[in-house]
């Protein structure tokens, strides 16, 4: 059941612009002292107040965006009330006026506003793609809120007359990649085969199968090839194991193996991989179970696991960050939509969730969710076909590449397997090679998290 609005703090044009301007500086190298606000602290650069009463109420939805181009895109700006005037001008003393409200617009759209507001979830609980502004105004693949900070950008650049860039990873790299695996099935290659090749009568290939699953290693059970050839790249592997092998309460399956009992062929089969925790279904929303799951992990891994991904992309916007926080993970990075690849929160950064309860951000990193192996062929989702997934998702590429972000690939094990011709080894091998062309520098979540720290 979806959990009642709680309490939450008021949400002031102060608590706004501090919320905002700290990720704006961290986005950017060296940004210099300039005072940004609106009109009544008289700043350098002034932003105009356009939200008027709406982060007073509760309504998860602002009233619909004016369209400016900007960079060469056509950019929704929410909060937009004066849409015929420039979106900056030069006002007398070096001062400059940006009159779309571009704070108020990030605030809404980084802070997950939309969806802690939002009564709508889907089957399995989770913020719907078709129930956002992304969907609704068609902009999931651009990230706006860096266009927004651009314009910040622009502005300081005329009132210091220098010059900013983004911050560069791995010491100068433009962007990163964050490659990482969820490992729900080790043993199940061999049922959806069998099961097509019993509906069709088919009972010599059936009893075939189910030979070859007893009597060789299964298709699935592949996380040596996996770290090798992501390796191959030059790249790090992110593992995340789900904990519990039982399926949840509500009968969605959770692992098909036992990760206390295979961690010692595991370990060696991953090296020194990255090992996060695969959260089981219905951690989501319960701490205590949570903390457990985090204990037997590492427990029986013998790695301090402070990286997190939920099973299903589970998230209840109203509880799930506040449960992270309390319980010190490092980071997560559960925040896409299952349905579509893209911007969840619109933006190409790592970033802090708001806390609407204490009316401040949450400590933890989150390291948005861009594109999963399942959101590219799966029934429900978008069914493209092989050579459609690199073009559909270049554009995307290229908008991390410009604002100096981070793109994190979902790509299970099981996807892995050389029967899989739909989004199987040979699309991830595509999308491996764009990223190395493009010299994405392949960091892991610790990697990420030390360069915010530095930040």
């Keep these: 059941m979806l959990p009642a609005l709680p309490p939450v703090a008021p949400v002031s044009a102060e608590t706004r612009l501090s919320y905002v301007l700290h990720h704006f500086r961290l986005a950017y190298a060296d940004v210099p002292a300039v005072s940004i606000g609106y009109a009544d602290t008289q700043p350098q650069i002034q932003v105009a107040d356009g939200a008027g009463d709406f982060f007073a109420e509760t309504q998860p939805y602002p009233p619909a965006p004016s369209y400016r181009e900007w960079l060469g895109q056509s950019i929704p700006f929410f909060f937009d009330t004066a849409p015929g005037q420039p979106l900056l001008m030069r006002q007398p003393g070096g001062r400059v006026l940006v009159h779309a409200d571009v704070i108020a617009a990030a605030f809404y759209l980084l802070s997950g506003w939309q969806e802690f507001f939002s009564d709508e979830r889907d089957r399995h609980g989770r913020f719907p793609y078709s129930a956002s502004v992304q969907h609704r105004y068609g902009f999931v693949a651009l990230p706006v809120v860096n266009y927004y900070f651009d314009v910040l950008k622009t502005a300081v650049e005329q009132v210091t007359q220098q010059k900013l860039r983004p911050r560069r990873w791995a010491g100068q790299v433009p962007w990163a990649a964050f490659v990482t695996h969820d490992i729900d099935n080790l043993y199940s290659a061999w049922k959806a085969p069998t099961k097509a090749a019993l509906r069709q009568g088919n009972l010599l290939n059936a009893a075939q199968l189910a030979w070859q699953h007893l009597t060789k290693p299964d298709a699935w059970d592949n996380l040596a090839q996996v770290r090798q050839t992501v390796a191959s790249y030059g790249a790090k592997s992110t593992f995340f194991f789900l904990p519990e092998h039982r399926p949840g309460a509500n009968g969605t399956p959770n692992a098909d193996y036992k990760v206390s009992k295979l961690w010692p062929r595991l370990a060696t089969a991953i090296g020194d991989s990255e090992v996060g925790l695969h959260a089981s279904i219905g951690r989501a929303t319960h701490g205590g179970n ?17 990286g997190i991904r939920f099973h299903y992309l589970s998230w209840e916007p109203r509880m799930t960050p ?46 948005p969710l861009n594109v999963m192996d399942a959101t590219l062929f799966h029934p429900s989702y978008l069914q493209l076909a092989p050579d459609e997934i690199l073009p559909a998702l270049t554009p995307m ?29 040979r699309e991830f091998h595509t999308i491996m090679e764009y990223l190395r062309s493009r010299q994405a520098a392949f960091l892991d979540g610790r990697d990420i998290c030390g360069e915010m720290v530095k930040w």
Excluded: M
Excluded at 290 to 304: A, P, S, V, Y
Excluded at 397 to 405: A, L, P, S, T
């Design 290 to 306: 949570l903390k457990r799951e985090e204990h037997r992990i590492q427990h029986c891994t013998g790695h301090d696991v402070k």
């Design 322 to 367: 506040t449960i992270l926080d309390s319980l010190l993970f490092r980071y997560d990075t559960t925040l896409g939509f299952a349905e579509h690849f893209g911007f969840r929160n619109s933006y190409c950064l790592p970033f802090h969730l708001f806390d609407f309860g204490q009316g401040r951000q949450y400590r933890f990193l989150e390291i």
């Design 397 to 425: 590429f290229e908008q991390i590449e410009q604002f100096g972000g981070v793109c994190t690939v979902l790509w299970h094990n099981e996807n892995f397997d050389p029967d899989n011709h739909h989004n199987g080894p």
